[in-house]
């Protein structure tokens, strides 16, 4: 996963969505009407990674599905300090405010079942706050599709 995301390899984002992909096939986690919207990065870190990792993977496992992607259904509209290391709390206040969906977005996912596609949960702020920027612009229903679940802090 470091790799992935860290040093510039998005051609992992392959086998790794189709670890996503069987995963959820074990579970029977799927829609048919369900359109995958990665987790928007910001500008700064677009720069920096020079892909997002999110859209990476929900394009391929929208690929593998037959599902629908919409890689401009979530934006960041602010820059937010990196996560790594912060509190829950801290994560929170990060983020709030910091995701919105565009008007042509809301309207083509109005009503719908929209999947947030993420590498990695850590306490689920980044989560919260996609599923509250969607949920105020219309969307039905939320569900969160990530790679990998980081240990809860002890």
């Known amino acids: 996963m470091t790799r992935f995301k860290y ?4 051609e992992l984002a392959t086998c790794l969505a189709e670890l996503m992909v069987d995963a959820m096939g074990a ?4 829609g048919t009407d369900t359109v995958l ?3 928007p990065s910001s500008a700064s870190r677009l720069r920096e990674r020079g892909f997002n990792q ?3 993977l929900a394009r391929r496992v929208g690929a593998r599905l037959g599902l629908d992607t919409d890689v401009d259904g979530l934006r960041r509209w602010r820059d937010t300090p990196h996560q790594v290391g912060l509190s829950r709390p801290a994560r929170d206040a990060n983020l709030r405010d910091a995701l919105w969906m565009p008007p042509d977005a809301a309207r083509r996912l109005h009503g719908r079942c929209v999947a947030v596609v ?3 949960m850590t306490t689920g ?3 919260n706050a996609a599923a509250h920027a ?9 569900q969160v599709w990530v790679l990998a679940r980081a240990p809860r802090p002890d």
């Open 7 to 10: 040093q510039a390899q998005p």
């Open 27 to 30: 579970s029977g986690a799927s």
């Open 37 to 39: 919207v990665p987790m």
């Open 54 to 56: 999110a859209w990476e």
């Open 118 to 120: 993420d590498d990695v």
């Open 125 to 127: 702020a980044s989560a």
């Open 134 to 142: 969607l949920r105020q612009a219309g969307v039905a229903q939320v």
